[in-house]
């Protein structure tokens, strides 16, 4: 089950996942597989890694709002595994991305983690605001449901 809330330019939800931290921590960090199960996004690339050799900047290509779309992320891998954040550092739609995905093993259960996601999108482009909360309320959704059955299914 994923639950929502929403609040006026960020979503967040929710959802419980059949996979330890570390294998949620694992898919969420392999960027360049995201075309092959996040909706909307046609390629990533990984253009900085970080001393450890995860993705520190990538880049996006996308298709969201009915355009194509192309942004960088900074990440932040200070919490891993069990969080990590991102940042926009150059969008041509986007004046403002940031992100976290949080990863809280259950107690009861070695193998289950609650996932929180969290995004906030301010746009560059005008569009009406109940259209685009709207927008951002099926992309969180959708990218919480994708990534549980990424992980689940792996």
């Given at each position: 089950?994923?639950?929502?809330?929403?609040?006026?330019?960020?979503?967040?939800?929710?959802?419980?996942?059949?996979?330890?931290?570390?294998?949620?921590?694992?898919?969420?960090?392999?960027?360049?597989?995201?075309?092959?199960?996040?909706?909307?996004?046609?390629?990533?690339?990984?253009?900085?890694?970080?001393?450890?050799?995860?993705?520190?900047?990538?880049?996006?290509?996308?298709?969201?709002?009915?355009?194509?779309?192309?942004?960088?992320?900074?990440?932040?891998?200070?919490?891993?595994?069990?969080?990590?954040?991102w940042?926009?550092?150059?969008?041509?739609?986007m004046?403002?991305?940031?992100?976290?995905?949080?990863?809280?093993?259950?107690?009861?259960?070695?193998?289950?983690?609650?996932?929180?996601?969290?995004?906030?999108?301010?746009?560059?482009?005008?569009?009406?605001?109940?259209?685009?909360?709207?927008?951002?309320?099926?992309?969180?959704?959708?990218?919480?449901?994708?990534?549980?059955?990424r992980?689940?299914?792996?």
């Amino acid at each position: 089950m994923v639950t929502q809330v929403s609040k006026t330019e960020e979503r967040t939800v929710q959802a419980v996942v059949a996979a330890t931290a570390e294998q949620c921590f694992a898919v969420a960090m392999d960027l360049e597989s995201y075309p092959e199960w996040a909706h909307g996004i046609t390629a990533a690339t990984i253009t900085e890694r970080d001393d450890q050799g995860r993705p520190r900047v990538a880049v996006f290509e996308a298709e969201s709002f009915g355009r194509r779309t192309r942004y960088s992320l900074v990440y932040d891998l200070s919490q891993a595994p069990h969080r990590i954040s991102w940042n926009l550092v150059e969008g041509d739609l986007m004046r403002r991305i940031d992100g976290v995905y949080s990863f809280v093993p259950s107690a009861d259960a070695p193998d289950v983690t609650e996932v929180t996601y969290e995004l906030a999108i301010d746009l560059a482009v005008p569009m009406p605001g109940f259209v685009k909360r709207r927008a951002e309320g099926k992309i969180v959704s959708a990218a919480l449901s994708e990534f549980r059955a990424r992980v689940e299914g792996s």
